[in-house]
């Protein structure tokens, strides 16, 4: 077996254990009275399990960055891939050490679903290991992007925290009083099944083997600054909903011979495979919108009310402090590594330290967010219901930048995505 080969089983193995943490968590926090046991020690009981299976995990994906390094001779974190899989052990490792100080149970419930999917995210992008382009070659790039992604870890923490506070105090038997708040945790929990959506969509069409390849005309600035039209190729892994502008097809393998076009992107769309990166979004809303709709007509209820008889009787309190304690250790280390490291080695790779690329002006924003946050917090006592708020909210901006920006938005970073 390769080096490259065991990096792999390393890494499935730390998705096998992540999701078996999170039953057990279910089991420690669902459970009921067993055999007359007290339901307390029946929790400690099954918590203490499945955090040695959360470090289980932690240590597998651990081996998978040290081989892959190895094998790669370099840190794992150049391309969408390596990033996923890097931000996902960052956030076990996060998980860790904020359970190690507080030791609630139900916060394994909300985060090891977030390492997973993580992960199930990250086999959808190429995985081979590819030499870096020579604005990637610089140390001040690994400690960017390694500090950069432990403070987005803790800020995935208190996501979690923020959404369990927020289900937990939700009046989902009023509909009047609870009525904002139902629907912005539903719309939460719908943007997480269209990753969801996104990865079984994706892993679908992988299997049956399709693949659309589409020639198109691009408009282009020379050296000179003169705009030309050359004819580009994209490939396509998921159904066209969304086609290139004036396309032509190349070859098209399996769904029945066809490219099953739906409709064409205009003219003016512009940008690095911006048609593709489109459909891309379109089929996550699509199928995250199904699995979503088929887990309400399941539950015959918001998935909201379903997760809030899992939580049971928390302290709120207890909930806001964790997801503001989360958040201040994540913030100091994000801005030394998104902020700061960030521009030296921008400095370095393209001779400016601030150029506002689209990742470098979406990470700002997620700062800025962040800086308000705490402002909030710390000066005018925003506590409870609008500090949870703020850390959802804050959360989605974060996946934005490290995810949507990279499908949506061509700029220098956009070599991430491939």
Do not use: C
């Not at 030791?103 to 999917?117: A, D, E, H, M």
């Not at 929990?189 to 996104?198: E, K, P, Q, R, T």
């Not at 590594?337 to 990742?359: C, M, N, Q, T, Y």
Request: glycine share 8%; proline share 4%; charged share 15%.
């Amino acid at each position: 077996m390769s080096l490259i080969d065991f990096s792999g089983n390393a890494l499935l193995a730390a998705f096998g254990f992540a999701v078996l943490s999170f039953i057990m968590f279910v089991i420690a926090i669902t459970g009921k009275r067993w055999r007359n046991r007290d339901p307390r020690e029946h929790q400690a009981k099954w918590s203490k399990i499945a955090v040695i299976v959360a470090g289980l995990g932690f240590v597998a994906h651990l081996t998978y960055l040290v081989t892959r390094w190895i094998a790669a001779g370099r840190i794992p974190i150049a391309n969408m891939f390596e990033f996923l899989t890097f931000l996902a052990l960052m956030i076990s490792g996060a998980f860790l050490v904020v359970f190690a100080l507080y030791r609630t149970s139900i916060l394994g419930l909300f985060t090891q679903p977030v390492i997973f999917l993580l992960l199930a995210f990250a086999a959808v992008f190429p995985s081979e290991i590819q030499p870096l382009i020579p604005s990637l070659r610089s140390h001040w790039l690994y400690m960017h992007v390694s500090l950069a992604a432990l403070g987005e870890a803790f800020f995935a923490v208190g996501f979690a925290v923020g959404l369990m506070y927020l289900i937990r105090v939700t009046d989902y038997a009023d509909r009047k009083r609870g009525g904002k708040s139902r629907f912005g945790i539903e719309f939460t929990l719908w943007a997480v099944f269209a990753v969801i959506g996104f990865v079984v969509a994706a892993m679908t069409f992988s299997g049956m083997g399709y693949s659309a390849q589409f020639s198109h005309p691009v408009k282009e600035q020379d050296a000179l600054g003169n705009w030309e039209t050359v004819i580009t190729e994209v490939e396509y892994q998921l159904p066209p909903i969304v086609a290139p502008n004036d396309y032509a097809v190349i070859h098209v393998d399996n769904f029945f011979g066809t490219p099953f076009v739906g409709v064409e992107a205009p003219d003016w769309f512009r940008g690095v495979a911006a048609a593709r990166k489109l459909n891309t979004l379109i089929w996550s809303m699509l199928a995250g919108t199904v699995l979503y709709a088929l887990f309400r007509l399941i539950a015959r209820k918001p998935i909201g009310a379903v997760l809030q008889r899992v939580i049971g009787e928390i302290d709120p309190d207890d909930l806001d402090e964790i997801g503001y304690r989360s958040i201040a250790i994540g913030y100091p280390i994000f801005a030394l590594g998104g902020l700061v490291f960030a521009s030296i080695w921008a400095h370095e790779a393209w001779g400016r330290f601030w150029g506002w690329d689209p990742k470098e002006t979406w990470a700002l924003i997620m700062f800025l967010f962040y800086t308000f946050y705490l402002h909030l917090r710390l000066s005018r006592g925003w506590q409870g219901l609008k500090s949870a708020w703020l850390a959802v909210i804050g959360f989605l901006v974060v996946m934005f930048t490290l995810v949507g920006v990279n499908l949506l938005i061509a700029g220098l970073h956009s070599y991430a995505g491939v």
